[in-house]
């Protein structure tokens, strides 16, 4: 038994002699929510594989809770939400859900699970007249149903309408509450800064990011974009003072290392009344994600 509810361990994928997977290492503790990001062809699709015991190593180790990949007991333990899923057309939601609940072997509240996932009133018709949101949402229903230490989210969001995609994150909250370590692929850049807990970043197999947003803010050293609106015709002084860049004639734009973001602040107070308002907007997650999966970065 392991603290982790997921251990990745210098994980190695071959593919001939391309190499896919180099040197992965990753853990996601109960009840935490950890963003896995990367270009296509970054090897995200190939780890959820082999946490899955769907690929095997070359070299290297996963654990789910301290069992091997592709076991019964891991098997009990995940849960596993593809980007394109389907079931059976001709089941109802009601159906397809109690099915999935014999099979594991439990009993459910198949009318309380489906209502969470906002299926209540769609349980009992037929699978094939779901959107494709629909399905996404009865597939969550489906993760909910097993109550896993280890969730599995591939593009969980893809195809759902804004108002979806917020209800979604909630159950994903829900699940990590309750204890599951939940591992989201995605490339919805805002939702997972705004929804997560940590960000791992893949290139070309190598992981070259994993902390918090704050910490890798801070390691990355990205500017914070200071924007001082000006009082009357004050935008030249402060663009002389500040040796910021003029915007739409009446603001000024100024960037900011991280150790002079207090000096450029106190500079912007001592102009007094020259300033109409400031807006600050620290690095956000594209920017980090640019910076950590160019080239080069490791």
Same mark, same amino acid.
């Given at each position: 038994?392991?603290?982790?509810?997921?251990?990745?361990?210098?994980?190695?994928?071959?593919?001939?002699?391309?190499?896919?997977?180099?040197?992965?290492?990753?853990?996601?503790?109960?009840?935490?929510?950890?963003?896995?990001?990367?270009?296509?062809?970054?090897?995200?699709?190939?780890?959820?594989?082999?946490?899955?015991?769907?690929?095997?190593?070359?070299?290297?180790?996963?654990?789910?809770?301290?069992?091997?990949?592709?076991?019964?007991?891991?098997?009990?333990?995940?849960?596993?939400?593809?980007?394109?899923?389907?079931?059976?057309?001709?089941?109802?939601?009601?159906?397809?859900?109690?099915?999935?609940?014999?099979?594991?072997?439990?009993?459910?509240?198949?009318?309380?699970?489906?209502?969470?996932?906002?299926?209540?009133?769609?349980?009992?018709?037929?699978?094939?007249?779901?959107?494709?949101?629909?399905?996404?949402?009865?597939?969550?229903?489906?993760?909910?149903?097993?109550?896993?230490?280890?969730?599995?989210?591939?593009?969980?969001?893809?195809?759902?309408?804004?108002?979806?995609?917020?209800?979604?994150? +909630?159950?994903?909250?829900?699940? *990590? #509450?309750? /204890?599951? $370590? %939940?591992?989201?692929?995605?490339?919805?850049?805002?939702?997972? &800064?705004?929804?997560?807990?940590?960000?791992?970043?893949?290139?070309?197999?190598?992981?070259?990011?994993?902390?918090?947003?704050?910490?890798?803010?801070?390691?990355?050293?990205?500017?914070?974009?200071?924007?001082?609106?000006?009082?009357?015709?004050?935008?030249?002084?402060?663009?002389?003072?500040?040796?910021?860049?003029?915007?739409?004639?009446?603001?000024?734009?100024?960037?900011?290392?991280?150790?002079?973001?207090? +000096?450029?602040?106190?500079?912007? *107070? #001592?102009? /007094?009344? $020259? %300033?109409?308002?400031?807006?600050?907007?620290?690095?956000?997650? &594209?920017?980090?994600?640019?910076?950590?999966?160019?080239?080069?970065?490791?």
């Amino acid at each position: 038994m392991t603290d982790n509810a997921l251990t990745i361990e210098n994980v190695r994928k071959d593919r001939g002699k391309a190499t896919v997977l180099d040197d992965v290492s990753l853990t996601v503790n109960p009840g935490e929510r950890v963003a896995l990001l990367g270009h296509n062809g970054a090897g995200k699709s190939t780890l959820i594989k082999t946490i899955l015991g769907l690929t095997p190593l070359t070299s290297g180790r996963v654990s789910i809770d301290g069992a091997r990949p592709g076991s019964a007991r891991a098997r009990r333990l995940t849960a596993y939400l593809p980007e394109a899923v389907s079931f059976h057309p001709a089941l109802t939601g009601r159906e397809q859900l109690t099915l999935f609940a014999r099979l594991d072997g439990q009993g459910a509240d198949i009318p309380g699970l489906l209502d969470r996932v906002g299926l209540g009133d769609a349980m009992d018709r037929r699978i094939g007249a779901y959107s494709k949101g629909m399905r996404q949402r009865l597939g969550l229903a489906q993760v909910l149903l097993g109550q896993p230490k280890v969730a599995l989210l591939d593009e969980p969001t893809s195809g759902l309408d804004p108002i979806s995609r917020q209800d979604l994150y +909630a159950i994903i909250d829900e699940l *990590a #509450a309750q /204890g599951s $370590a %939940v591992l989201i692929a995605s490339h919805a850049l805002t939702e997972v &800064e705004a929804r997560t807990d940590r960000i791992a970043i893949l290139r070309k197999g190598v992981k070259v990011a994993d902390d918090t947003l704050e910490a890798l803010s801070t390691q990355a050293g990205l500017p914070t974009k200071l924007r001082i609106r000006a009082t009357g015709t004050h935008a030249d002084q402060i663009a002389e003072t500040m040796g910021g860049t003029r915007i739409n004639g009446a603001s000024v734009e100024v960037l900011c290392a991280p150790d002079q973001k207090m +000096a450029r602040l106190r500079d912007v *107070a #001592a102009m /007094g009344d $020259a %300033v109409a308002d400031i807006e600050m907007t620290p690095p956000r997650l &594209e920017d980090l994600y640019r910076y950590y999966a160019k080239e080069g970065i490791q």
